[in-house]
């Protein structure tokens, strides 16, 4: 299976912050990567597809970089409803397989 | 508007089987391949089995693989998960999630789950 590893696993952070969220997987895979936004007691939102396509609707202060085994998601300037947990996804191999998370918290 | 939702978790106990249903409006689901994804309590995300829009693929995880088996009806706009032999391990929220547009020659394009329902809570308990 291709392992995902995301960092850090908690980042705290004020609204108005630039936050940088990295992603990297055991192998290579292409671009094919998402990311997601979840808040507690909800399901997941996709934000980013192909590493880099933002999903419709998605603010733009969201951006996706990378490829191979090197991932980003930036947040250009941190909103509130921004505070939530935030998962890679790699769909070029299966199993398809996610990161373990990474929780953006008031600072 | 894309609606997805779940139905049938509930409080089993171990070896016992389920079955969660997921139905579907909103968009052509029968052009679309399926997912079920979990979330154990306080955990991260668990993609679990996925089917092709006219049933002819199935993929699992290997840690669900031989006690799971997903299917669709399409003239039902509805997903499946039979849940077999379950264990303490397999509670978890689980969600249904969409896939892919697929043809008659298959499933193509990026494979991230675009549209989620909420979730249905299956707990495996003695």
């Known amino acids: 299976d291709i392992q995902m590893t995301q960092s850090p696993s908690t980042l705290s952070a004020s609204v108005g912050d630039k936050v940088t969220i990295t992603c990297r997987a055991s192998?290579?895979?292409?671009?094919?990567l998402a990311w997601y936004h979840q808040k507690p007691g909800k399901a997941p939102k996709v934000v980013i597809f192909?590493?880099?396509i933002s999903e419709g609707g998605v603010p733009s202060r969201f951006s996706g970089s990378g490829s191979g085994t090197e991932f980003t998601l930036t947040i250009a300037s941190l909103q509130p409803d921004d505070f939530a947990s935030y998962y890679c996804?790699?769909?070029?191999?299966?199993?398809?397989?996610f990161g373990q998370g990474t929780k953006v918290e008031v600072k | 508007e894309v609606h997805l939702v779940e139905s049938g978790g509930g409080l089993v106990q171990p070896g016992e089987s389920l079955r969660l249903s997921c139905e579907a409006s909103?968009?052509?689901?029968?052009?679309?391949?399926m997912n079920w994804v979990r979330q154990a309590p306080g955990k991260g995300l668990e993609w679990v089995a996925n089917?092709?829009?006219?049933?002819?693929?199935?993929n699992y995880a290997p840690s669900v693989r031989g006690r799971v088996i997903i299917s669709r009806d399409n003239a039902k706009n509805s997903l499946y998960l039979q849940l077999i032999s379950l264990r303490v391990e397999d509670t978890a929220i689980y969600f249904c999630?969409?896939?892919?547009?697929?043809?008659?020659?298959?499933?193509?394009?990026?494979?991230?789950?675009?549209?989620w329902g909420q979730g249905t809570l299956v707990s495996v308990s003695s």
């Open positions: 999630a969409s896939g892919r547009l697929c043809t008659n020659v298959g499933c193509s394009g990026a494979a991230y789950f675009r549209h």
């Open positions: 909103g968009f052509s689901f029968s052009n679309y391949e």
């Open positions: 089917i092709s829009a006219i049933e002819t693929v199935t």
């Open positions: 192998q290579t895979i292409r671009s094919n």
């Open positions: 192909e590493a880099s």
């Open positions: 996804q790699q769909y070029n191999v299966y199993p398809w397989t």
